[in-house]
């Protein structure tokens, strides 16, 4: 398929090999990828089926051991399974979407300038 291997901030990924490494993890029962351009940069999604909720951030850090940091995704988000169409068929676009909430901090003035 053409969809398997894309191309992400130029380097090429195959998608599969992705999610091999994923299922390779425990308690991970099923995995997809996406790739979100909304931003205006490509950046790669993983959704995994779990009855662990918070598998998220040892999955990073074990696909960081396993895989070169351009092909762990930016975003790794735990389902209690995956949505399919009518067919049985894996549905992309009902699969949820990260929202990043922008925290921002107040700094003082340490400068004169700044003041």
Known sequence: R???????RGYRIELG??????????SV???ALLIDDSKGHAR????????????????KRALSQLL??????AHI???KKLPLTVNGKLDRSALP????VEVQTYVAPST????
Do not use: C, F, H, W
């Open 97 to 100: 979407r990260p929202t990043q």
């Open 2 to 8: 053409n969809d398997s291997q894309v191309k992400i």
């Open 44 to 59: 790669l999604l993983a959704y995994v089926t779990s009855d662990d909720d918070s598998l998220g951030q040892t999955l």
């Open 77 to 79: 988000m735990v389902l």
């Open 17 to 26: 090999e992705i999610e091999a490494a994923l299922l390779q993890q425990d």
């Open 29 to 31: 029962q099923q995995a």
């Open 68 to 73: 070169p940091a351009y092909m762990v995704p």
């Open 112 to 115: 004169q300038t700044e003041q």
